[in-house]
């Protein structure tokens, strides 16, 4: 008997009521961000028999590369039923979710997902590593002064522009939008927000943090946002999280919590005092390589012209193209000839996000190419390190 069709839609409330259903069933346990996050997002279903069999959500928000906000399109929540994995219906939910998405002008996507392997041979590639941090509160207090710092609970106007200005500093933090700080309320209502300033200044610094349950200890802070301006506001905040010493043994920093900076690693007393926990990391792909090239900021001081080669997503094929940058613009033209470097497009992304620290390192995972022309071509995106500071 031939499989009965499958059909990718649109889904209304009920459909959506019947993914989150499945949803449930296919992860083991509740994903509220389904139902909290689906006003927002452009939602889709795949139907067999009138049964919903797999599906995922689509958020239009743009990200940040090269200090500027570029369109991008953020998938979450997806999954497929059980008895249905095996069949490649990931890989056709991935394409039809990021249609309508790419329809409104994403040139990038971003995923978190554990199944690295997977989206890899669909094109994503994973810009960086992904750590949690652990660190008693005994040693931060005694490591950190927060002295000559106000504090301050609650976000305020000026606080909310200090954070879009910190996370344009980075490659790939989400340019928030309206609806952020409500979503983040209703996933952690304890979650508690305070600004850092010196006397009489704007703020420098926001932090926000939540006690949870600990099976052992009792109670732990968890820290979902640090955003500082500077190392003195940096300190300011961990000698505020020390303080806490009193009441809970420990702070971890989530997945997101901390940015890729030794904040820690360069102020501790003992080097056994910070442990750390390694997550699956988030992952980047170009849609459309010469718009992303184009959106992007660039730093003023690069005066570039390299040919480049880029492998197909299959890798059965290279495009030729001429990648110009000068004056804080780029730009990437299809070429006849070919290039001086090959790069496959999960490592486009890479390099795209800042992601190579150095020639040795691009050079290690796969990039081909002669060190120096590599070399001029990694200070293009060395400004500026990827993080993403929000898990969805």
Known sequence: MAASTIDIVEADDELWRQYDALALRAYG???????????HADRRVAVRDGQVIAGGLGLMIPQYFGGRPVPAASTACGCIAPEERGEQLAAQMIARRLEPLREQGAVLATLWTASTGYVRRLGWQAPSQVQSWT????????????????????????????????????NGPWQRPAWWQDWQQQRH??????????????????????AERHPVEGRQL???????????????????????????????????GLPPAPL??????????????????????ILDLSRAVQLRGWPHEVDLTLPIDVL????????????????????????SCGGQLTLTRGQFAVWYAGGYSSV??????????????LARLLAATAEREPWLADYF
């Open 189 to 210: 209502p304890h979650l508690a927000a305070y600004r850092f300033n010196r006397p009489g200044r704007s703020p420098s610094g926001v932090l926000s943090v939540a």
């Open 135 to 170: 660190i008693r509160t005994d040693d931060l207090k005694r490591c950190f002064d927060g002295s000559g710092f106000e504090i301050t609970h609650g976000m305020s106007e000026e606080a909310h522009a200090l954070l879009e200005g910190l996370a344009s500093q980075w």
């Open 312 to 335: 197909t997503e299959d890798g059965t094929a290279v495009e030729h193209f001429t990648l110009h940058i000068a004056q804080g613009k780029g730009d990437l033209s299809p070429s």
């Open 29 to 39: 346990h509740p994903v509220p961000d389904i139902m909290g996050l689906g006003a």
């Open 222 to 256: 968890i820290v979902h946002d640090f955003w500082a301006a500077d190392q003195p506001t940096a300190g300011a905040m961990l000698a505020f999280l020390g303080r806490h010493n009193s009441r809970i043994p420990t702070v971890t920093f989530q997945r997101t």
């Open 360 to 373: 040795a390192a691009a050079s290690l995972a796969g990039v081909r190419g002669a060190p120096g022309m």
């Open 264 to 285: 820690l690693l360069h102020h501790l007393h003992r080097s056994g005092a910070l442990t750390s926990r390694a997550w699956h990391p988030w992952m980047l792909r």
